[in-house]
C-alpha cells in the first residue's frame, strides 16, 4: 500500500521561503509523478505543480512561476516543494499527491502541512 | 486558469440522491475525459473517489457515480449516508500536464 508522509507545520515571516518534503513508501517514485496542492483557509483546493521522476520534467501552474520549485528524490523516495518570496496570502495546508505513469488523476494523498505565513 | 464552478453546497437526507455539478471550458472539462472527483473531510488527506469522469477506484462504493456532458462533469451519489457528509472536490486535466480543481461542494446529510 502507498502511502504519503508529510513534514510538519511550518511559520514563516513575509518575504521568506518554504519547504515541504513528503516521504513515499509502499513504492517507487521513479514511476511516478508527483504533484503539489493546496488550501488557504475557507478556499478550495489549487493545484500548484508537478515533477514527473520518470522524465525530469516540471510543470507549474501560471500563477507560481518564477516562486515554486518542485523536485524529487529518488534515491530516498522523497518529494519537495519549496515556495518562495512568501505572503499572506500563502497561508495554506500544502498536500503532495502520486499519479501513477499516464494517469490523470491523482491517489493517495498525503496528510497535509500547514504553513503559516505571519510577521 | 479559472477554478472549475461547483455548487457552495448540498444537502439530502438519508437514502436520497444528490448530485453535484461542476462546470468548467472546452479548455479543461469539456476537452478531455479526466475529470476526477475527491472526498475531503477537514483534517485528512483528500480521497480519490471517480476518476476518468466515471471510473471508480477499487473500495469505493457503487453508489458513487461520476458522468459529464459537454463543458459539465457531475457526481452523483446515491442512498446517501451519513458518512458521506464531507467536502468534494472535481478536478479536470487542462492539457499540457496542468490541472484546475473546483472550489469544493460541502454536502450536508440531514
Known amino acids: 500500500q502507498v502511502q504519503l508522509v508529510q513534514s510538519g507545520a511550518e511559520v514563516k515571516k513575509p518575504g521568506a521561503s518554504v519547504k515541504v518534503s513528503c516521504k513515499v513508501s509502499?513504492?517507487?517514485?521513479?514511476?511516478?509523478?508527483s504533484h503539489w496542492v493546496r488550501q488557504a483557509p475557507g478556499k478550495g483546493l489549487e493545484w500548484m505543480g508537478s515533477?514527473?521522476?520518470?522524465?525530469?520534467?516540471?510543470v507549474y501552474a501560471q500563477k507560481f512561476l518564477g516562486r515554486l520549485t518542485v523536485t524529487a528524490d529518488t534515491s530516498t523516495d522523497t518529494a519537495h516543494m519549496e515556495l518562495s518570496s512568501l505572503r499572506s496570502e500563502d497561508t495554506a495546508v500544502y498536500y503532495c499527491?502520486?499519479?501513477?505513469?499516464?494517469?490523470?488523476?491523482?491517489?493517495?494523498w498525503g496528510q497535509g502541512a500547514l504553513v503559516t505565513v505571519s510577521s | 486558469q479559472s477554478a472549475l464552478t461547483q455548487p457552495r453546497s448540498v444537502s439530502g437526507s438519508p437514502g436520497q440522491s444528490v448530485t453535484i455539478s461542476c462546470t468548467g471550458t472546452?479548455?479543461?472539462?469539456?476537452?478531455?475525459?479526466?475529470v476526477s472527483w475527491y472526498q475531503h473531510h477537514p483534517g485528512t488527506a483528500p480521497k480519490l473517489m471517480i476518476y476518468?469522469?466515471?471510473k471508480r477506484p477499487s473500495g469505493v462504493p457503487d453508489r458513487f457515480f461520476g458522468s459529464k456532458s459537454g463543458n459539465t462533469a457531475s457526481l452523483t451519489m446515491s442512498g446517501l449516508q451519513a458518512e458521506d457528509e464531507a467536502d468534494y472536490y472535481c478536478?479536470?486535466?487542462?492539457?499540457?500536464?496542468?490541472?484546475?480543481f473546483g472550489g469544493g461542494t460541502k454536502v450536508t446529510v440531514l
Open positions: 476518468d469522469v466515471g
Open positions: 509502499g513504492y517507487t517514485l521513479t514511476e511516478l509523478s
Open positions: 515533477f514527473n521522476a520518470e522524465d525530469g520534467e516540471t
Open positions: 472546452s479548455s479543461d472539462v469539456g476537452g478531455y475525459n479526466y
Open positions: 478536478c479536470s486535466y487542462a492539457g499540457s500536464y496542468t490541472w484546475v
Open positions: 499527491a502520486l499519479a501513477a505513469g499516464g494517469t490523470r488523476w491523482f491517489s493517495p
